[in-house]
């Protein structure tokens, strides 16, 4: 079987001025598409690879036939990054968790604000590309780290909540050299509400 782009749930301007449409409609139709592209190519001659779950495939890189390990490593964890990334923004974000996230949020950081800023320095701080992320282990733990490339926490046995992408791919057309404000932007799109069902899930 093989992998297909997800569909927004939106439209490409849909998070304007945020994030503009022709930006959305590159990273998606074509970034996006590119990975899943070459995912596919690579995995052709792997069938029983394809019939693991690609969560499966980038927590287990060890297990990947040395040929193709770098290949499903950054077009794979393409494929799985932006998944998650699409799905966490919306043009009407519910701007805060409310239940059992917030609640370890405040006891982990202190306040939403606290994550906010840090998953904010720890995004800017990482050099070249790659992404700042707020994951949690199986336990419900919560961690705030960056990535090189299409990495993640996925592959060290963390589960991604929420993860910003600091590729200028994502945000070069509207803000150029400026990543500090492509993050503040990407802020006002992140649904909470998602967040926390995400984390609901891990830990129940
Ligand atoms: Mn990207």
Do not use: C
Request: proline content about 5%.
């Amino acid at each position: 079987m093989k992998y297909t782009l997800p569909p927004l749930s939106y439209e490409y301007n849909a998070l304007e001025p945020y994030i503009d449409a022709q930006t959305m409609e590159i990273h998606h139709s074509k970034h996006h598409q590119g990975y899943i592209d070459k995912l596919n190519t690579a995995l052709e001659q792997y069938p029983v690879l394809q019939e693991k779950s690609l969560s499966s495939l980038l927590s287990h890189l060890a297990e990947i036939p040395e040929d193709i390990r770098e290949t499903v490593r950054n077009n794979g964890g393409g494929h799985y990054n932006h998944t998650l990334f699409w799905e966490t923004l919306s043009p009407s974000p519910q701007k805060s968790p409310q239940g059992n996230l917030l609640k370890k949020i405040e006891e982990t950081f202190g306040s939403l604000k606290k994550v906010q800023d840090t998953l904010t320095q720890t995004a800017l701080n990482r050099f070249g590309s790659g992404w700042g992320w707020l994951w949690t282990d199986t336990q419900g733990n919560l961690f705030i780290s960056s990535t090189p490339n299409q990495d993640s926490p996925l592959m060290k046995g963390g589960i991604e909540l929420l993860g910003i992408d600091v590729w200028e791919h994502a945000y070069y057309l509207s803000y150029q050299n400026r990543r500090a404000d492509y993050i503040a932007a990407w802020w006002q799109l992140v649904d909470w509400g998602i967040v926390e069902k995400r984390y609901n899930n891990i830990i129940s």
